[in-house]
């Protein structure tokens, strides 16, 4: 094999793992939106210590991390013991990552991705926010399980495993960045300045929803 010949398969590789590490965590980025979640993370730790704030954002952060890397692994267990083919998960999924994506471009960013005033309220009575509802429901839903559930299943090799591992990492990696400055971003984007991005992310989610949808039903009638 020449030296260019090596230079040019190794170019393409360097490509393809960049191109599926910006797809996953822009997926995940997209679907999480901690941007989005900033008002309601200021809302459960308004009478919090800045220290107990960053603690809150660290802890976030990890759940995430924990839910999102069991369900990569663990999601096709689970689809085997229900029945359940990937692609009726990938519709599914389709279909909750568009809802959400419609709450997003709608600014029913709290109620639509699952967290009600009830349990809001109870959660500023508790002492620990981080699990529920910060990282279950808000972040970590039924979205980004189910997109990485298909992933794992899309992308069999294993350097492709640890790509989508390091892109979570970085995602989560970015929530905790995202709920720690959330008092810089707040007062830098405004209210209005929140609802802005998050209905330019609602839209690039539903974007990716309607992909996912797509995509199966032309594997489930065989369409080429």
Known sequence: MST??????????KSAVMDLFIFTFGALFSVMNPIGSVPIFL???????????????????????IILIVSFF???????????????????GGLIICMSAYGLLMGA???????????????????????TPLAIPMMAGPGAMSLL??????????????????????????IFIVLRSSNYISQLLG????VAV????GFLVMAIGIQYIINSLLIIFKIE
């Open 191 to 194: 209210a209005s300045g929140i």
């Open 43 to 65: 809302s459960l730790t308004q009478d919090d210590s800045k220290r107990s704030k960053k603690r809150t954002a660290l802890w976030t952060s990890i759940n995430v991390l």
């Open 198 to 201: 998050s209905r330019i992310v």
């Open 149 to 174: 559930i298909a992933m794992y299943q899309d992308y069999p090799g294993y350097l492709d495993k640890v790509i989508i591992i390091s892109a979570i990492l970085v995602s989560c990696l970015s």
């Open 109 to 131: 960013t709290g109620k639509q991705r699952g967290v009600s005033k009830k349990v809001t309220s109870d959660a500023q009575h508790r002492s620990d926010v981080s699990l």
């Open 74 to 92: 663990a999601g096709r267990y689970i689809l085997n013991f229900f029945g359940i083919s990937i692609d009726v998960l990938r519709i599914a």
């Open 4 to 13: 260019r010949l090596h230079f040019l398969i190794l170019r393409q590789n």
